[in-house]
């Protein structure tokens, strides 16, 4: 059976942006600068606006967003950096490629977010960053959080890939950390159309050396500073992205006021986030837990809905990481077991989500 209510549509969602992409993709023929031009510089500058900081650095994706970041604060090798146990495994990753050592804390499982009671406990000699990821859509409780940076001197990462726009205490993610990395994946809440990242930091010098590594470690062409990457935002993408930057507090508002529906009217049965006065959760995933997660999905399969699971495999168990597959991470293992993604897009309307409630309920 075809789905009817699919889990996202990227043809529909990018719908009401495609004449203004159809007008900048016509400039962009006729201009004929596809790489590190003019809209780049200008996404880059009204991104670090919209956080109401100085420097953003445009770059090819969310995952190099995080190793550009790490390398940037020139760790020894084999530092320890925290993050949190469930996490998607990009934040792992780039801590491996930066050839440093991921430290797992279990998360909170009210609010999936690093549980900053179980941090000090993480904290070695060698610890040198904490990276925190604001999941979901979420912000982390940030206070404690800061409290420990700053009392240990740690650098603060802030995975931001799923949290454009959120706030804490009515502070942007992305402007607590040192250095802050978001992905512009075409599913995320500002989604370009393919791969592109940005990361923004605090101060003029890591902000150039941002710029460095990015572009083969050069600050002028053919002279090499330092071992850098490719890892540049194109110009159509952040063209596409400086168009949809305006609508992204609309995107977020329209995914709210879906979440709003869920927390309103589904079953107590179904474990929703926990909403808190001092977080404004975006919902890029707007997830529920059950322990019939996997019934509850084919279920909704059947009747034409579509869902995701973020994520089926804990990070501790996957191949890729095979050194930590004998340690023991409940919390995080719990949410992988428990977890269903519902419906939750711009591209949704509320009848959608009513269909969905009603199914659910119908379950329950
Ligand atoms: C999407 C995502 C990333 C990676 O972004 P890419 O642009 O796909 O490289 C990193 N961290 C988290 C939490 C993500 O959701």
Same mark, same amino acid.
């Given at each position: 059976?075809?789905?009817?209510?699919?889990?996202?549509?990227?043809?529909?969602?990018?719908?009401?942006?495609?004449?203004?992409?159809?007008?900048?993709?016509?400039?962009?023929?006729?201009?004929?600068?596809?790489?590190?031009?003019?809209?780049? @510089?200008?996404?880059?500058? +009204? =991104? /670090? &606006?919209?956080?109401?900081?100085?420097?953003?650095?445009?770059? !090819?994706? *969310?995952?190099?967003?995080?190793?550009?970041?790490?390398?940037?604060?020139?760790?020894?090798?084999?530092?320890?950096?925290?993050?949190?146990?469930?996490?998607?495994?990009?934040?792992?990753?780039?801590?491996?490629?930066?050839?440093?050592?991921?430290?797992?804390?279990?998360?909170?499982?009210?609010?999936?977010?690093?549980?900053?009671?179980?941090?000090?406990?993480?904290?070695?000699?060698?610890?040198?960053?904490?990276?925190?990821?604001?999941?979901?859509?979420?912000?982390?409780?940030?206070?404690?959080?800061?409290?420990?940076?700053?009392?240990?001197?740690?650098?603060?990462?802030?995975?931001?890939?799923?949290?454009?726009?959120?706030?804490?205490?009515?502070?942007? @993610?992305?402007?607590?950390? +040192? =250095? /802050? &990395?978001?992905?512009?994946?075409?599913?995320?809440?500002?989604? !370009?159309? *393919?791969?592109?990242?940005?990361?923004?930091?605090?101060?003029?010098?890591?902000?150039?050396?941002?710029?460095?590594?990015?572009?083969?470690?050069?600050?002028?062409?053919?002279?090499?500073?330092?071992?850098?990457?490719?890892?540049?935002?194109?110009?159509?993408?952040?063209?596409?992205?400086?168009?949809?930057?305006?609508?992204?507090?609309?995107?977020?508002?329209?995914?709210?006021?879906?979440?709003?529906?869920?927390?309103?009217?589904?079953?107590?049965?179904?474990?929703?986030?926990?909403?808190?006065?001092?977080?404004?959760?975006?919902?890029?995933?707007?997830?529920?837990?059950?322990?019939?997660?996997?019934?509850?999905?084919?279920?909704?399969?059947?009747?034409?809905?579509?869902?995701?699971?973020?994520?089926?495999?804990?990070?501790?168990?996957?191949?890729?990481?095979?050194?930590?597959?004998?340690?023991?991470?409940?919390?995080?293992?719990?949410?992988?077991?428990?977890?269903?993604?519902?419906?939750?897009?711009?591209?949704?309307?509320?009848?959608?989500?009513?269909?969905?409630?009603?199914?659910?309920?119908?379950?329950?």
């Amino acid at each position: 059976m075809s789905l009817t209510i699919p889990y996202e549509s990227l043809k529909t969602l990018n719908k009401p942006f495609e004449t203004e992409f159809k007008t900048k993709f016509n400039n962009f023929l006729a201009h004929g600068w596809y790489i590190l031009g003019n809209e780049v @510089a200008v996404f880059e500058k +009204d =991104f /670090a &606006a919209y956080h109401h900081e100085k420097y953003a650095v445009g770059v !090819a994706n *969310g995952l190099d967003a995080l190793v550009l970041s790490l390398r940037c604060c020139n760790f020894p090798e084999g530092s320890e950096v925290i993050v949190p146990s469930n996490t998607y495994i990009a934040s792992i990753l780039a801590v491996l490629q930066c050839k440093l050592i991921p430290v797992f804390v279990e998360p909170d499982i009210q609010t999936y977010n690093l549980d900053p009671k179980k941090i000090e406990a993480a904290i070695t000699a060698k610890t040198v960053a904490i990276m925190v990821v604001h999941l979901y859509g979420q912000c982390c409780e940030m206070d404690p959080i800061l409290t420990i940076t700053k009392k240990i001197k740690l650098k603060l990462i802030e995975d931001c890939a799923q949290a454009h726009g959120a706030t804490y205490k009515g502070r942007l @993610a992305g402007t607590f950390g +040192d =250095f /802050a &990395a978001f992905s512009f994946y075409p599913t995320k809440n500002l989604g !370009a159309l *393919g791969d592109a990242g940005a990361v923004i930091c605090k101060t003029e010098s890591d902000y150039e050396i941002l710029r460095q590594l990015r572009n083969y470690g050069s600050e002028k062409k053919y002279h090499n500073n330092l071992v850098g990457y490719n890892s540049r935002l194109d110009e159509i993408q952040a063209s596409f992205l400086s168009i949809k930057l305006p609508y992204l507090d609309q995107i977020n508002t329209h995914k709210i006021k879906l979440a709003g529906l869920y927390h309103e009217k589904l079953k107590e049965t179904f474990i929703r986030p926990v909403v808190d006065q001092d977080f404004k959760h975006v919902y890029h995933i707007f997830n529920i837990r059950h322990p019939e997660r996997d019934r509850i999905k084919s279920y909704l399969s059947d009747n034409g809905i579509g869902t995701e699971i973020h994520y089926p495999i804990a990070p501790h168990q996957q191949k890729a990481l095979s050194a930590m597959n004998q340690m023991d991470f409940p919390l995080s293992s719990e949410i992988h077991s428990t977890t269903l993604s519902l419906p939750c897009s711009f591209a949704h309307t509320e009848a959608d989500i009513l269909h969905v409630i009603d199914l659910l309920n119908a379950y329950a």
